[in-house]
Structure formats: structure tokens, C-alpha cells
């Protein structure tokens, strides 16, 4: 953080001598007394994150290399000389481990490769054995060991890779659990394990690899939710996802008011990007079809104390998504800027209550018209007033952000709704008209900007 | 954390990511040791596992066990079949129940699907691994063996609910020393 402030420092200082605030000498010494600090950490910095790439990336080849070499499974070897094998890379890297942890605890490449290393060897002897010894493929059990056995290097090294490397595993494996017919609600306890390293990261977005660990995760839950549902109660996943993203929104807006770059925000876009693309298939009706609880599922396939983890998981991600939208309610604000800020959240973050609302009318009339009305209302209303937002906020990004929202909605209905071809050829033409007026409008606004300056 | 207490937690997860694989071992050491032995037909077919290197599927076509109630079972249910050899020398399932059966060979498995007359299970002992420049070999001699009548078959050590698969055979010899001899 403190290299950041500095950073800030060195661009004003040429402002503050053109402005007279700062005589060229008050300047140099500044400099001087920050200079050697910010030049040299920042190049160190820099060399230290390539050396910590490159080196993690070097330590999964090498373990990767090893897996496929024992992956060649010579039956030349006897079974003394594979069991040795196995344990060599393993006891290689736990030595390079404990070197690291002794000397060279200070060093992020060190920690982040050997710790991959240590991850992808216990991988490796576990693999070999397994075909040493012909061991069926019993794909869930050899995935959890594995995870299980690494996810303490996340802790004690302090380390990023063992994290993805554990996050990545333990999706596969309720992947694996949901296909073979069991049940992955261990999913969440598995996470669970994961979740001071996550806190913790959240906490401290300043370091990159923590963000990093954010991205994972954000993407990761992304793709694991949707394995780890039951799917007892069909269509859950509708209310599911949208307060899963709503909550995703939500919680950066409302714990952090920081403006950090795009790629320091995983949640918020994350969270964005899934509200629009959920919503938007929401406006299918295909989606609508069969769901609720007059389609209970009672196959033995199914099984109905599995479908109750289902139930808390619906409760608990719509009252999170729920507390923090009206958390965002409250906070009313005078300035102008702010208000449309507020606006703006509420939409978005509307999603999970336009989610059960639109479930429980389309259970309960065992029909989804009025649901797929609403959601192209939604996705309306998300475009305009992303488009308004933009345009207060003189940020081109954004207003064409909402343009391309309500020309994407115009195109799927395109396809499958029995409008005429004159309302669908106009509202093709509007969108574009306004695709331009808003860039020219805000184009201006910016010029007459820059010349004030 | 503290730098000793790092130090102590990773001695012991070293200890413990040792011990795992080193449990895997033994156990499967024992059953090849102590099991019974059964011969069981085979039908092998090459897959590749990208991971675990090249094996044979062991195609076991004998996994339906007749039983009178059969909707007491369903898919992914844990079960216990009971292995017996026959007189013409092969071991085939002859029974299935949901607990652990009294003073007889059986293998701990799980349901496949089940129809009115009987319960088809998973067989538990399915992979065979073999030299990545053999696998294919093996297979094309395999079913050469099969058409030319030889006996071909594997055995399966099987010891308290587990099994290990000992060896592939043709002729009476295990399939790595039959392709060297050829």
C-alpha cells in the first residue's frame, strides 16, 4: 500500500511544481528522501514476481513431466523399484520444502514452487501405486486423498498455487460424486477448509496474489454450484445463481468503496457478468418449463435428505443477498453521482428477489409467461440505467455497456418471439441511432472537459 | 504462524502425506499375500487414462446375480456379492446382500441398475495397467487368443471384502511373459 501512496506521490509532483506549490529543490528532496525506496522495491518487486511465475510455473512441469513418466508404467520395473519411485519425487520435495521454510521463508518464488512441487509429487505417488497395485477407478477417492493431503500447504507456505491447485481438485471431485451417483455436499465442508485463506485474502486486496485467490474462487463457485445442487426440487438453480451473483455484486460495493482497477475486482465483475448472462436466459422460456415443486422429483435416483443441503443453500445465499440489498437500500446519499451509483446497485442487485419471485409464480401456475415477461422487463431496466449511468458518469465503457445489453435483448427476442418484422427492424434502428447519439454526446461532454482544463 | 510452529506442521504433514501412500501399499501387499484366489473370464478392451497410464479394462461379462427381490436394491447401493469357484475352475458371483456376509469370499461393490429378475453390480477390479507400448499389443493378442480357443482369464486376490487383481493369463502364463516370449 505504502509503495502505492508513493506511487501516487511522484505522478502529482510535477502538477504541484507547475501549480507553484512545490519549488523544483522541495521536489528533489522528496525524491530523494522516497527515491531510493519506491525505485528500487518497485523493480524488486517486479523481478520478484517473475522469478516467482517462472519458478512455480518450472516446479508443475517438473512435477507434470513426472506424472507422465510414471504415467508410462514400464513393466520392466518390479514392484520394489515402482514403490521406491513413487516416494522419490515426493521425499525430494518435501526435503526442498523444509529447506524453504528454515532459509527462505521470505521468498514468495520459493514458497509458491515448492509448494506446487510437494502438491503435484503427493499426486504422483498416489497415481503410481494406484496402478502398481491395479487399483480400480475409483476417480472420487484418489481425488479427495490427494486434496486432503496438500491443502495444509496452502497455510503453512502461504501460498497460492496449492489453493488453486485444492479448489480446482475438490470441484472435480463432487464432479465425479455427482456422476458416479453420490452426493457432493462435502463440497462445502472441503471449501470450508479453504475459507480463513479466503477471508483472509479478501482483507488484503492491495497484494495480487491475493486477488488472484478471489478470481479463483469467484470462478470456481461459478462452476461448482451448479455440480454441487442436488436437484431434487428442479429449477432451483434459477434462485441459486442469481442470489449466488447478486451476493457476488453486492458484497464489494457494500465492505469496500476503494476504486481499483477492473482486474482488483473480481466479485464485482464476476457478479455482473453473471446477473446479465443468467438473466438473460431467464428470458427464455425453456427455462420455465417443468420446475417447482409440482415437479418434485421422487425417483430413487433422487434422493430427498441430499435435496434438504439444496434447501439451505436457497436460504442462505437469497438472506445474504437479501440483507446486503437492503443493506444498499439504506444507504440513501444527496450528491448526484452517488444517487445514480445507488440506482444502479439496486438494479443489479434486485436480481435474487426477481429470481424467487419469478419461481415461486412459475411453480405455482405450473407456467412461466409472466416470469419471462418480467425478466425482459429486468433486462430492460438493467440496460437503461446502465446506459444513464454512463452517460452521468462520462464513461464510454459503460454507456455502450447497456446499449449492447438492450441490442442483445432485442436480438434473442428476435428469434423466438412472432413479432412483426417492422417492430423488430425499428427497434433495431432505435438501438442503433442511440448507439451513436450517446457516443457523440458523451465525446462532446469530454471535449469540453479537457478544454476547461 | 509462527516459524517453528510451520516447521512442526510440516514435519507432520510430511509424515502423513508418506504414511497414505504407504498404507495404500501395504494394505494391497496383504491381500496379494493372504487372499484367495480366483480366476475370473476376461474381455479386455484399451482405453488410455491420461493420468494413471494405460490399461486394460477387464471386461467381466458375468456381473448379473439372480435374486427374488430384486426392488430392495437400487443404483449406487453399497453391497456385498459372494464369490464361489465353480467346478469348471472359474470364480463367478453367486449371491448379493446389503450386509456383510458370514464365512465366505465376497467382494464389497456397489449396484449398477437392477431388473425384475436380478442385480448387476460393479465389478470392483476392472483396470489392468500395463506398459504403454503394450496395451495395445495385449489387447490384439488377447482376442487372437480368444478366437483361437486358448484359455485366457485373471486372477483376483480377494481378502475381506477387497480385491486386487493378481495377473492377466493366456495359456497359463501371465500376459507380460507370453508377449516377451512371442
Excluded at chain 1, 120 to 129: E, K, N, T, Y
Excluded at chain 1, 131 to 156: E, H, K
Excluded at chain 2, 36 to 65: A, H, S
Amino acid at each position: 500500500m505504502k509503495e502505492k501512496n508513493i506511487k501516487w506521490l511522484y505522478e502529482e509532483l510535477p502538477v504541484l511544481i507547475s501549480k507553484g506549490i512545490l519549488t523544483q529543490d522541495t521536489a528533489a528532496e522528496i525524491r530523494k528522501y522516497y527515491g531510493e525506496t519506491y525505485g528500487e522495491t518497485e523493480e524488486r518487486n517486479w523481478l520478484k514476481i517473475m522469478i516467482a511465475i517462472f519458478g512455480t510455473l518450472g516446479a508443475i512441469l517438473i512435477g507434470g513431466g513426472i506424472i507422465l513418466i510414471f504415467a508410462k508404467n514400464w513393466d520392466a520395473l518390479s514392484v520394489p523399484a515402482r514403490t521406491v519411485l513413487s516416494f522419490t519425487p515426493l521425499i525430494i520435495s518435501q526435503l526442498l520444502g523444509f529447506y524453504v521454510i528454515v532459509k527462505k521463508s521470505g521468498s514468495m518464488a520459493w514458497k509458491e514452487g515448492i509448494s506446487a512441487f510437494i502438491a503435484l509429487s503427493v499426486g504422483a505417488a498416489i497415481s503410481l501405486i494406484g496402478q502398481t497395485y491395479n487399483i480400480s477407478g475409483d476417480r472420487t477417492a484418489f481425488t479427495i486423498t490427494w486434496m486432503l493431503l496438500i491443502v495444509p500447504l496452502v497455510y503453512i507456505f502461504d501460498a497460492f498455487t496449492p489453493s488453486l491447485i485444492y479448489l480446482v481438485g475438490i470441484t472435480f471431485w463432487a464432479g465425479f460424486e455427482q456422476s458416479e451417483g453420490g452426493y457432493a455436499a462435502l463440497y462445502w465442508v472441503l471449501l470450508g477448509i479453504l475459507a480463513p485463506y479466503i477471508i483472509k485474502a479478501f482483507k488484503n486486496t492491495d497484494s495480487d496474489r491475493s486477488v488472484l485467490v478471489l478470481w479463483a474462487l469467484c470462478l470456481n463457485l461459478c462452476v461448482s454450484l451448479g455440480i454441487v445442487v442436488e436437484k431434487v426440487l428442479p429449477g432451483l438453480w434459477i434462485v441459486i445463481y442469481s442470489s449466488f451473483f447478486s451476493i457476488l455484486f453486492l458484497l464489494e460495493r457494500t465492505y469496500r468503496h476503494k476504486t481499483d482497477s477492473l482486474g482488483q475486482r473480481p466479485f464485482k465483475i464476476t457478479g455482473t457478468i453473471g446477473i446479465l448472462v443468467i438473466s438473460i436466459l431467464l428470458t427464455f422460456e425453456g427455462f420455465w418449463e417443468d420446475i417447482g415443486w409440482h415437479e418434485y422429483r421422487h425417483d430413487a435416483r433422487f434422493n430427498e435428505l441430499a435435496g434438504v443441503v439444496d434447501y439451505i443453500l436457497v436460504i442462505l445465499l437469497l438472506l445474504g443477498a437479501i440483507y446486503l440489498f437492503l443493506r444498499n437500500l439504506n444507504t440513501k446519499n444527496t450528491k448526484n453521482t452517488e444517487n445514480t451509483e445507488n440506482t444502479i446497485t439496486l438494479v443489479y442487485g434486485s436480481a435474487a428477489l426477481l429470481s424467487v419471485l419469478c419461481y415461486v409464480l412459475a411453480s405455482e401456475y405450473g407456467d412461466g409467461a409472466i416470469s419471462v415477461i418480467l425478466y425482459n422487463v429486468y433486462i430492460f431496466v438493467i440496460g437503461v440505467n446502465t446506459i444513464v449511468y454512463g452517460i452521468r458518469n462520462k464513461h464510454m465503457g459503460i454507456t455502450n455497456g447497456g446499449l449492447l445489453i438492450i441490442s442483445l435483448l432485442i436480438t434473442v427476442r428476435f428469434f423466438d418471439t412472432d413479432m412483426p418484422f417492422m417492430v423488430k427492424g425499428l427497434s433495431f434502428i432505435m438501438v442503433g441511432i442511440g448507439f451513436i447519439v450517446s457516443n457523440v454526446m458523451l465525446i462532446k461532454k469530454q471535449k469540453e472537459v479537457n478544454s476547461h482544463e | 504462524m509462527n516459524k517453528n510452529i510451520k516447521i512442526i506442521l510440516f514435519i507432520v504433514l510430511s509424515l502423513v502425506q508418506l504414511a497414505i501412500p504407504a498404507q495404500m501399499i501395504l494394505s494391497r501387499e496383504y491381500i496379494l499375500k493372504n487372499g484367495e484366489v480366483f480366476k475370473f473370464r476376461i474381455e479386455p478392451i484399451d482405453p488410455v487414462d491420461y493420468f494413471r497410464g494405460n490399461y486394460l479394462i477387464i471386461n467381466f461379462n458375468d456381473n448379473k446375480i439372480p435374486v427374488y427381490n430384486s426392488k430392495n436394491y437400487v443404483s449406487n447401493q453399497t453391497v456385498y456379492a459372494r464369490v464361489e469357484n465353480y467346478s469348471d475352475g472359474f470364480a463367478h458371483f453367486t449371491g448379493v446382500s446389503l450386509s456383510v456376509p458370514q464365512s465366505e469370499y465376497y467382494v464389497k461393490t456397489k449396484v449398477l441398475y437392477t431388473d425384475e429378475e436380478a442385480v448387476y453390480i460393479k465389478i470392483p477390479f476392472e483396470r489392468y495397467y500395463m506398459d504403454e507400448s503394450k496395451a495395445k499389443l495385449a489387447e490384439e493378442e488377447y482376442n487372437k487368443s480368444l478366437r483361437d480357443g486358448k484359455d485366457v482369464y485373471a486372477t483376483v486376490r480377494i481378502h475381506n471384502g477387497d480385491a486386487v487383481v493378481d495377473g492377466l493369463y493366456i495359456d497359463g502364463y501371465r500376459i507380460e511373459d507370453y508377449l516377451r516370449n512371442k
